[in-house]
């Protein structure tokens, strides 16, 4: 139990070319997803916080417009970052935390997106 | 602001050996201590403390809290080379994680 998918798995696109990642829960419900950004040889950095049916919370020095969140059903979280670039090159990660879990802070990885701009 | 600071940051061992991971964090609202194992893609979940104390148990993997201390360890007996991996520690702290920079394990045969 407890599986998060995400798709794609990689992704190479060009300068300004927007890409959308998405992040579901298979066999779960997932009131609040976490998106997660991770350089590397660093750590991951929490980018945003997205409940279902309300607009996500981002993490300081995250551009809201740069990277929009939806969360529109309790399964299915998509991550888009519009006008890429080669700085947002990245292994994107999201988790979800099971809305029947038993614990609050207890959350379920997908696999990752690694973007390449070119 | 929320802090996690993990060492070392990278370590060698040889097959057989003992490891201790350290973690210090200081957060607001603690809820609870998170430790992952990151080998090439996402973290997989190892335990969750949130108790000072009492010990978690996995196989060869355990791990103790100490929230006067805000310290906790996870430790490795008899190493093998499938445990070569970034070992991450995050504190849960209201709704988020913050998470540590990691401890790159590196076991040689």
């Known amino acids: 139990g407890a599986v998060v998918s995400q798709h794609p798995s990689r992704v190479i696109c060009k300068s300004g070319t927007s890409v959308k990642i998405e992040c579901r829960s298979l066999?779960?419900?997932?009131?609040?997803m976490f998106w997660y950004r991770q350089f590397p040889k660093q750590s991951l950095m929490l980018m945003a916080t997205?409940?279902?049916?309300?607009?996500?919370?981002?993490e300081q020095g995250v551009e809201k417009d740069k990277f929009l969140i939806n969360h529109a059903s309790l399964t299915l979280s998509t991550l888009t970052v519009t006008s890429a670039h080669p700085e947002d090159s990245s292994f994107y990660i999201c988790?979800?935390?099971?809305?029947?879990?038993?614990?609050?802070?207890?959350?379920?990885f997908g696999p990752g997106t690694r973007l390449t701009v070119l | 602001e929320d802090k996690v600071v993990q060492s070392p940051l990278s370590l060698v061992v040889h097959e057989g050996d003992t490891v201790t991971l350290n973690c210090s964090y200081e957060?607001?609202?603690?809820?609870?201590l998170l430790w992952y194992k990151q080998e090439k893609k996402a973290p997989t979940f190892l335990f969750m403390l949130?108790?000072?104390?009492i010990e978690k148990k996995s196989g060869r993997l355990s791990s103790i809290l100490d929230k006067k201390e805000l310290f906790s360890i996870l430790n490795i007996t008899a190493t093998q080379t499938g445990d070569s991996a970034v070992y991450l520690c995050?504190?849960?702290?209201?709704?988020?994680?913050?998470f540590g920079k990691g401890t790159l394990l590196t076991v040689n045969p």
């Open positions: 995050a504190v849960g702290s209201n709704y988020k994680l913050t």
């Open positions: 988790s979800a935390r099971d809305l029947l879990g038993s614990s609050y802070n207890e959350q379920f």
């Open positions: 066999d779960f419900q997932a009131t609040t």
């Open positions: 997205s409940n279902e049916g309300s607009k996500a919370t981002y």
């Open positions: 949130t108790s000072s104390g």
């Open positions: 957060v607001t609202n603690f809820r609870s």
